[in-house]
């Protein structure tokens, strides 16, 4: 009973941006597992992503006024406080929930500056999850913090297991820092992260992970540094200084395995700096998801 009180609170939270009607209808639905992702798409009823997939609702489709409405409350109706998250596609909300936006693109200079009118959004929820403490202890371990990659494809869960192993490296007294570029992983309020990260945790919050995790290195004397998504050649940069300093690092990827992982010649790069050994798969079966670690050796891997 108190996880499903968690749950409404998480999506009663992240639904605060719509439209108050909007809001108080989708409420009144009760899927069987908590909801992950609420679309509104212009001319389509709203929708709902549970880990059993995307339904559509019965109500009246979504219409554009709704859309301009929800970004205005999202953004607290001041767009152009948050021109540099627009610029990502997003908007990030109170409680590490996040705002996607789809549309037309307004450009600058060859820049993206924003969107001329949305075409739909997408919300996703967060929810602060601890059940998950018993299975990761033993990949934890009782040392110092080695680097770990955690793959899943988009939307399986990855910021949720990373946030609970660096929760469980800080509460051993290690220090950790994050490197949380949009905002979801701690989601700070007035300086106190919304999610429990652990007590010797630091975060820096809305830069770059790549220019963070070296602001962070300088500073914070971390023993474990924590960031998501790897995407880009800096990321890989970064996590190749963190190591050389004798930090570990935890990070993750969109990959659905570590083979598919090897087909991209970002992440091939990756594994060629030597730095992870571990990975851990996330996958879903039947609407569930299920973790296991595997060996990386090399540019390979064991299971």
């Avoid at 639904?15 to 069987?32: H, I, N, Y």
């Avoid at 200084?241 to 990756?270: E, F, K, M, Q």
Wanted: aromatic content about 4%; some cysteine.
């Amino acid at each position: 009973m108190q996880m499903e009180v968690k749950r409404d609170r998480a999506l009663r939270q992240a639904l605060d941006c719509l439209p108050p009607a909007r809001a108080a209808e989708l409420l009144t639905l009760e899927p069987a597992l908590p909801v992950e992702e609420v679309r509104l798409r212009a001319g389509r009823p709203p929708s709902m992503r549970t880990a059993l997939g995307e339904q559509e609702t019965g109500f009246a489709p979504v219409t554009a006024s709704e859309l301009r409405e929800t970004l205005s409350r999202a953004a607290r109706y001041s767009v152009h406080s948050y021109a540099e998250s627009m610029r990502h596609g997003f908007i990030p909300l109170a409680g590490g929930h996040r705002l996607g936006l789809c549309g037309t693109v307004a450009e600058e200079n060859g820049q993206v500056v924003g969107a001329r009118g949305l075409s739909s959004v997408n919300l996703r929820v967060a929810r602060q999850v601890n059940g998950l403490d018993d299975m990761l202890r033993p990949w934890v371990g009782a040392g110092a913090p080695d680097s770990v990659l955690l793959l899943a494809p988009p939307g399986f869960g990855k910021t949720t297991l990373l946030r609970a192993w660096v929760r469980l490296v800080s509460d051993r007294g290690y220090p950790v820092a994050v490197a949380d570029e949009r905002g979801e992983i701690a989601a700070l309020a007035d300086g106190v992260p919304q999610f429990d990260l652990g007590r010797c945790t630091d975060v820096l919050e809305g830069c770059a992970k790549s220019r963070a995790a070296l602001m962070l290195l300088k500073t914070m004397s971390p023993a474990l540094l924590a960031m998501d998504e790897v995407t880009a050649p800096e990321d890989l940069r970064a996590i190749a200084v963190c190591a050389h300093c004798g930090t570990a690092v935890l990070a993750s990827a969109h990959a659905a395995n570590v083979d598919d992982l090897r087909r991209r010649p970002l992440y091939r790069a990756l594994l060629a700096l030597g730095v992870f050994r571990r990975a851990v798969v996330i996958e879903r079966q039947d609407g569930v998801r299920r973790y296991r670690m595997e060996e990386l050796e090399g540019n390979g891997c064991s299971s």
